[in-house]
């Protein structure tokens, strides 16, 4: 009997179980399906000027929905005028009142500026008893309040154009600081924040020099030696940041940042997605710091470059083809010599001509054509005879035959040839076959014509001359 009332007890306890299941999940599915209406957003706007824990919880629940759709132009105006009407209120209440509705408001304003950049630029611009925004969150930072909707914010901010402060010093000097606990501590959470909030600076950057950059570029090296040593997630951050200030401001990086970049090279080849970040440092090295890009890094970017050109790895070679072209083209002019490594280490020739070959994808094939026309537009006569050596003008005619190329392509590969040809007219080793070329007269692209109109005269030229002294 005693078994029989405890069994029914747990039938009971098991029914009473599912019911309240049932009824959450009804709930949950009535949540889900439930559709706000734009009204009840501006509503809950309007309510949030009186500060109360439920009104800001409540508006943000809504500006995380509507942020998931599609509003009109008139729908982000009105959002923008009632935000205006807003921000004062929130500022202030933050300046003078730092409690437990800090974190909410905070995030409030994170949810706002992510509407229109002129909610940003509007929270920037705004002042309370001579605070800025800037100054406020500088303050959040130094004094470890609400750190990481703080950064949250600032990120938001900074990935606007025109946000750029005077305010902007204190704030980088303090996340620099404030940097250097993290990394004791291996934050990572707020090393990934403050690495974006960099990244969103350095990419919307203005052209004057509002304050002295050597802080934020301090920050953005330790961030990525950071990342190359505890090998983060987040290092393509980082990178991006990184790659900012190399491009951006006109200082010796090589020279100081020589075993970080090793490091990275290093790194790049176990992490091949971030091959194209990389060779972009490379391109602007190449471009603005010529003197010690090659007297340091020269070697490396060779074997570099061998290694992924070799490792097949189909959507990085056009980034290591197309960096290449650069330092041919860059380089070149100014210094026959500096291509020398290149020209010894016959290994990098021989695979960007294999590159042209048919089995390659078309975006491979074509980067090659242009590292090709590049590097014999930009080669001396000796490094011209290492070019013939390797057959690439019997290459370059094999490739014309090809009409799957488009009409840039073609063009590449008759400058080429045609650059070929004039420099080394009497030293071709072979009979140059004039079927490739015929069928190129008549393309409707008018330089492809003229080209190969010329290329055929100085063809026909060759051959009778070289038929001339075989019968001699």
Known sequence: MLNQKREIFRINIRQQKHQEIFQQKRILSQQKEQEYSFQQLIDAMDKAKIITLRNLVELNGYLQYFTQKKLTIEQILLIESNANNLMPILTNHIVYNVNDLTKEILKLLVNLTQFSEKISINLLKYSCSDCNIIQILSSFILNRIEVIETLNLLMNLWSNSNSHQIYDQNLIQTIDAFLDICISIKDNMKILLISKCLKNYLQNISDENIFEYEYLINIVRKLLNYGIQETSDFIDVQIEAYCSIVQVFNHNFVIQDLNMILNLLD??????????????????????????????????????????????????????????????????????????????????????????????????????????????????????????????????????????????????????????????????????????????????????????????????????????????
């Open 267 to 472: 790194y790049c080849m176990k992490r091949t997605e971030l091959i194209e970040i990389v060779t972009r440092i490379f391109s602007y090295f190449s471009i603005n710091e010529p003197d010690s890009f090659y007297e340091k890094l020269i070697i490396s970017v060779i074997y570099f470059s061998k290694h992924i050109i070799k490792s097949s790895l189909n959507e990085q070679i056009p980034c290591i083809l197309n960096l290449c072209s650069i330092i041919f083209h860059q380089q070149c002019e100014k210094n026959y010599n500096i291509l020398w490594p290149f020209y010894n280490d016959t290994v990098i020739i021989m695979e960007i001509i294999r590159l042209q070959e048919d089995c390659q994808p078309r975006k491979i094939r074509e980067a090659s054509i242009r590292c090709i026309k590049i590097l014999i537009e930009n080669s001396n006569e000796n490094q011209i005879q290492l070019l013939i050596f390797s057959k690439i003008h019997l290459k370059l005619i094999d490739l014309l035959n090809d009409f799957s190329l488009n009409s840039s392509s073609i063009l590449f590969t008759l400058i080429s040839l045609n650059n070929l040809i004039k420099i080394q007219r009497n030293k071709c080793p072979e009979f140059l076959e004039l079927q490739n070329l015929i069928l190129l007269t008549k393309s409707k692209n008018k330089d492809i014509q003229k080209l190969t109109y010329e290329i055929i005269q100085q063809v026909e030229e060759i051959n009778y001359n070289l038929m001339s002294n075989i019968l001699l």
